[in-house]
């Protein structure tokens, strides 16, 4: 398995940085590849277009993707009684179960009802437990049949406006194939049909994984020393293919890319020390910051990431800290737009 080393005298404020409100992006460009891509090599900053990425590859190399679907998974119901409930689904554990944060004005008791729609249309889940932050919920139905239903995107808190039928498709990747996703795996959003059909046509390989991003994504780092956070679980799944395209990748000499930081993270999770990958299906809470030695991935395409957030932690730990204060400082100074619906960086990992 990966290293898990954590440099023991980083602090959350060594991954802070000022971002003008403005530059986060509310609304998805009009084409999904129209955005900038920011390309951080080790002795250079290059602001490019994302359809730049076609060059950027060469024949051989590999570009992971994680298949996972976003479902609709915030809910917005009432007690019996009448008091409001937003229920927004962390995982699915059973086919009518599932894992939910809750925010209520009193806290659920078990055995307590919520209510989904309108009378005659409506569904219900009762709270069976709690696992921590979060409390388990039985309903009536299936869960996702009720998520069609009943649910709302699951927009990140970051972006003010409620869903419409435009986040309904572009808050998810042309690739989505597999339901779970409580947020999009936002590297994805710039692919389109046409550009990975040009990129096939040159030789590079694609693969696929499927990581379920939970609700976790979103949570606040507490704590200032690193090595005290407690890191999120979540469940992926690498099938044998997706391990031969990486060995195939190995062995003739290509790079392995991994398309956001949830392919990375379920790469290195399965990673050996020759850099290889074991297929399979578990559940990984690998932490990767400053200090870690990574073994499977050569690139990274990924968005900007929050300030004090483990995602710029990982981004740092690729391609290196100081690089990353460099490259946010520029794509500030230059305007990028940041965040789910932003630009995207394609990060070279430190040597």
């Not at 390309?39 to 277009?49: F, G, I």
């Not at 409001?84 to 179960?97: G, H, W, Y």
């Not at 979103?218 to 391990?243: C, G, K, N």
């Amino acid at each position: 398995m990966a290293g898990t080393a954590v440099d023991a005298d980083l602090t959350l404020s060594d991954f802070d940085y000022s971002l003008p409100p403005e530059l986060i992006a509310q609304q998805p460009l009009p084409a999904r590849s129209a955005s900038r891509l920011l390309h951080v090599a080790p002795d250079r900053l290059s602001d490019l277009v994302f359809t730049d990425i076609e060059r950027l590859l060469t024949p051989g190399d590999v570009l992971v993707f994680n298949d996972t679907r976003v479902i609709r998974a915030r809910l917005l119901g009432r007690k019996p009684s009448g008091g409001r409930v937003e229920v927004l689904v962390e995982r699915i554990v059973a086919p009518t179960r599932a894992l939910a944060l809750v925010r209520t004005s009193h806290t659920p008791r078990v055995g307590q009802v919520f209510v989904f729609g309108e009378d005659g249309a409506h569904a219900t889940a009762t709270v069976r437990g709690r696992q921590d932050d979060f409390f388990e919920l039985e309903f009536e139905r299936e869960v996702l049949a009720t998520l069609d239903a009943h649910g709302n995107v699951p927009l990140p808190p970051y972006i003010a406006h409620a869903d419409t039928a435009l986040d309904a498709e572009r808050y998810q990747t042309v690739y989505a194939a597999k339901p779970g996703a409580v947020a999009a795996p936002t590297a994805g959003l710039h692919f389109t049909e046409t550009l990975l059909a040009r990129l096939r046509e040159r030789g590079v390989r694609t693969a696929a994984l499927t990581l379920h991003v939970g609700a976790g994504t979103f949570q606040p780092v507490r704590v200032e020393r690193i090595r005290d956070h407690t890191m999120h679980s979540e469940w992926y799944e690498l099938p044998p293919a997706t391990a031969d395209a990486v060995a195939a990748t190995r062995a003739g000499g290509g790079r392995v890319v991994a398309v956001g930081t949830t392919s990375l993270r379920a790469l290195e999770s399965a990673a050996r020390e020759d850099g290889s990958v074991a297929a399979g299906s578990r559940d990984t809470a690998l932490f990767i910051t400053p200090g870690y030695r990574f073994r499977a991935v050569d690139r990274l395409i990924t968005n900007f990431h929050l300030p004090r957030s483990t995602l710029l932690m990982l981004a740092s730990a690729f391609a290196g800290i100081e690089r990353i204060r460099s490259a946010y400082a520029h794509a500030v100074a230059q305007r990028y737009r940041f965040f789910s619906y932003g630009d995207a960086m394609l990060l070279e990992r430190a040597p």
